[in-house]
């Protein structure tokens, strides 16, 4: 017996000994499902086995994988056969040796992640798996090979140009034994590259089966355009220690820009599900403030659309007023309410349950109704790209490394923006805490401190009024994924808070938050101070929204290894009164007036879309009563 042989059988482990692994692995992720609790983020592997056996069942199932498999196998096939051809012209010449070997080394180099992003723009879905595989099998190919040609024997090589030997022959009896062994080793490896890429090609395809690549492409090019003061869209610069991530820089000077720039450009490119050519979505929105004017801008004259806002009468600002009562388009309905957002929230949530005004729509109109509040899930997927664009930016400016946490700072009083960080938490972002801020209006601090949500509680206007809110809509999906998609527990929590305006979650749930949300508030004068502070330490002006998480900055103890980054939420000229009289300068005059000497004693300029609002013709003056918000969207609707 052979030394080789015999090692061999020390190291071939028998069939009990591998069984047994796989039970200790199987058993581990058991164990770790169990620990983390959360199916969402890692299943049991019961609950994958028995999801993967439904699955089984249906005819559609193999179908798909069948597809999927002959996608990625004639990616593998063609990359099988380009790379061998590749290293067989390389190295006859070495010119497109020395044009392929750079190419080869980014391909080799790049991650597969990266390389399926960019192809989404450019390949269509069906076609993504394949143009992926080709591209991860051939360098491997290639390189393999490439090296079995290099290991080919001189001596044999001198002897077949001795007697004259045919190419065909050389080739068989010279190189192709040479060949051989490293080929059949680039093709196992290359199999399994080809399916793993394949397979994320396949999943992260299907992420958005509705849009071609030519409609994605122009979606976004459409929505991130000049109408943005900055090319980066969402910057991320210093502040002192920590970081602000700039989200005011489109066209309504606000955060929701980031999302309402995209989100009619996807709506219009959808078509009505029954056929119905002459159908129209109404987006129908209540505001605090900055949605509104954000849904304005995005949806004015949008093909195959209108939209009608509500906003609370004499509770936002001047600037946020004319910003929607000036709005152009001949689609768009404003009215002020007789009463608070949540208010008009809640009256916005009982049209879009009215059955019988939907039918009535959709039957003498042809009009469906739809949201731009955070409400819509559409609304807030977007806003998710900031946060990963904020890292990115992190790692660019070599702060982190990859994989290092970073904490988040956000003003809220709907809970959608800091819902879309959850989100970008969700999906792998290295997320340590997001933070709440919140005004006088805390509602959110004491649900986050004590686990019960109450919003019978005196209401504030502020100096932070789109903030001003006592019913944070989105916090029932936070709730909903923390506790492991429970919806019995959901649907109680949310029938008490209709029924008695307050509800109380369980301690385990609310430790389970705690992991993950901190939370804050500042009064108003606190505000003002911030806003000072933020200046005097850092010769950087900001609104009263995103002086409530400043403020926040300076109480929270800091760790040195974990960077802050600060959402600033809007433009500090949107409230040019307010931070004018925390900054000590001139607020006797208008808005606009005011809006010039902060201009002037900062050294910074008033965006030209709200400084232009002095000028502007007031078009809607209209005023209703809570109501009567269903009769006014009818009538909207009836007047398209």
């Given at each position: 017996m052979t030394t080789s042989t015999t090692r061999d059988k020390n190291t071939r482990l028998s069939p009990a000994l591998r069984l047994g692994a796989v039970a200790v692995w199987l058993l581990l992720w058991q164990l770790a499902s169990m620990a983390v609790g959360l199916p969402l983020l890692l299943p049991s592997p019961l609950a994958v086995l028995l999801r993967l056996g439904q699955l089984c069942t249906g005819a559609d199932f193999w179908l798909t994988v069948a597809?999927?498999?002959?996608?990625?196998?004639?990616?593998?096939?063609?990359?099988?056969?380009?790379?061998?051809?590749?290293?067989?012209?390389?190295?006859?010449?070495?010119?497109?040796?020395?044009?392929?070997?750079?190419?080869?080394?980014?391909?080799?180099?790049?991650?597969?992640?990266?390389?399926?992003?960019?192809?989404?723009?450019?390949?269509?879905?069906?076609?993504?798996?394949?143009?992926?595989?080709?591209?991860?099998?051939?360098?491997?190919?290639?390189?393999?090979?490439?090296?079995?040609?290099?290991?080919?024997?001189?001596?044999?090589?001198?002897?077949?140009?001795?007697?004259?030997?045919?190419?065909?022959?050389?080739?068989?009896?010279?190189?192709?034994?040479?060949?051989?062994?490293?080929?059949?080793?680039?093709?196992?490896?290359?199999?399994?590259?080809?399916?793993?890429?394949?397979?994320?090609?396949?999943?992260?395809?299907?992420?958005?089966?509705?849009?071609?690549?030519?409609?994605?492409?122009?979606?976004?090019?459409?929505?991130?355009?000049?109408?943005?003061?900055?090319?980066?869209?969402?910057?991320?610069?210093?502040?002192?220690?920590?970081?602000?991530?700039?989200?005011?820089?489109?066209?309504?000077?606000?955060?929701?820009?980031?999302?309402?720039?995209?989100?009619?450009?996807?709506?219009?490119?959808?078509?009505?599900?029954?056929?119905?050519?002459?159908?129209?979505?109404?987006?129908?929105?209540?505001?605090?403030?900055?949605?509104?004017?954000?849904?304005?801008?995005?949806?004015?004259?949008?093909?195959?659309?209108?939209?009608?806002?509500?906003?609370?009468?004499?509770?936002?600002?001047?600037?946020?007023?004319?910003?929607?009562?000036?709005?152009?388009?001949?689609?768009?309905?404003?009215?002020?309410?007789?009463?608070?957002?949540?208010?008009?929230?809640?009256?916005?949530?009982?049209?879009?349950?009215?059955?019988?005004?939907?039918?009535?729509?959709?039957g003498n109109s042809h009009v469906v109704l739809s949201s731009a509040n955070s409400i819509n899930v559409g609304r807030l997927v977007p806003q998710v790209v900031y946060y990963f664009s904020a890292y990115a930016q992190l790692l660019a400016d070599q702060v982190i490394n990859v994989g290092d946490e970073v904490e988040f700072v956000v003003p809220t009083g709907n809970f959608g923006d800091i819902l879309a960080g959850y989100y970008a938490k969700l999906l792998g972002l290295p997320v340590k805490h997001l933070v709440v801020a919140s005004d006088k209006n805390n509602v959110l601090f004491d649900f986050l401190t004590t686990g019960t949500y109450n919003r019978q509680r005196p209401f504030f206007q502020t100096i932070s009024p789109s903030m001003d809110i006592l019913i944070s809509s989105n916090l029932e999906r936070m709730l909903y994924y923390l506790s492991e998609g429970d919806t019995r527990l959901i649907s109680m929590l949310m029938n008490d808070l209709n029924k008695w305006g307050t509800y109380e979650i369980p301690e385990e749930l609310l430790a389970k938050i705690r992991q993950i949300f901190g939370t804050g508030w500042a009064d108003e004068d606190q505000v003002r101070e911030s806003i000072k502070h933020c200046w005097d330490e850092n010769h950087y002006v900001i609104d009263p929204h995103t002086a409530c998480g400043y403020y926040l900055l300076e109480q929270m103890p800091r760790d040195p290894l974990t960077p802050r980054v600060l959402l600033s939420t809007a433009s500090p000229y949107k409230f040019p009164r307010v931070v004018n009289e925390a900054l000590g300068f001139d607020a006797t005059g208008t808005d606009f007036e005011c809006m010039d000497v902060l201009a002037h004693e900062t050294g910074t300029t008033a965006p030209a879309a709200l400084r232009g609002l002095e000028t502007a013709d007031v078009r809607f003056k209209d005023v209703v009563a809570i109501d009567g918000m269903e009769d006014y969207v009818e009538k909207a609707a009836q007047a398209l």
């Open positions: 597809s999927s498999l002959l996608r990625i196998l004639l990616g593998f096939l063609l990359g099988v056969l380009f790379g061998t051809a590749l290293a067989g012209l390389c190295w006859r010449f070495r010119l497109i040796d020395a044009l392929a070997r750079p190419l080869l080394g980014v391909l080799k180099s790049t991650p597969v992640a990266s390389f399926i992003i960019l192809a989404l723009v450019w390949v269509k879905t069906t076609w993504l798996a394949t143009v992926i595989s080709f591209i991860m099998v051939l360098p491997l190919i290639y390189a393999n090979v490439r090296e079995g040609i290099d290991s080919a024997d001189r001596q044999l090589l001198e002897m077949a140009q001795v007697f004259r030997l045919s190419r065909r022959k050389t080739f068989r009896y010279c190189y192709l034994p040479a060949i051989l062994p490293f080929f059949l080793s680039a093709i196992s490896s290359a199999l399994g590259f080809a399916w793993k890429s394949g397979i994320a090609a396949e999943v992260l395809g299907a992420l958005l089966p509705d849009f071609t690549a030519e409609e994605l492409g122009q979606c976004i090019a459409d929505a991130y355009g000049e109408q943005w003061s900055d090319e980066r869209i969402t910057p991320l610069k210093p502040l002192g220690d920590d970081y602000v991530l700039e989200l005011f820089n489109g066209p309504t000077s606000a955060f929701k820009d980031v999302a309402l720039q995209i989100l009619p450009r996807f709506m219009a490119h959808t078509t009505p599900a029954d056929g119905d050519t002459d159908e129209k979505i109404m987006i129908l929105t209540a505001t605090s403030g900055d949605t509104g004017k954000a849904a304005l801008a995005g949806f004015a004259d949008a093909p195959g659309t209108a939209i009608t806002v509500f906003y609370p009468e004499g509770k936002v600002s001047q600037v946020q007023e004319l910003q929607m009562t000036t709005q152009a388009g001949s689609n768009v309905q404003v009215a002020a309410v007789e009463g608070n957002f949540d208010d008009a929230q809640s009256a916005v949530k009982r049209i879009f349950g009215d059955r019988a005004l939907a039918e009535r729509l959709a």
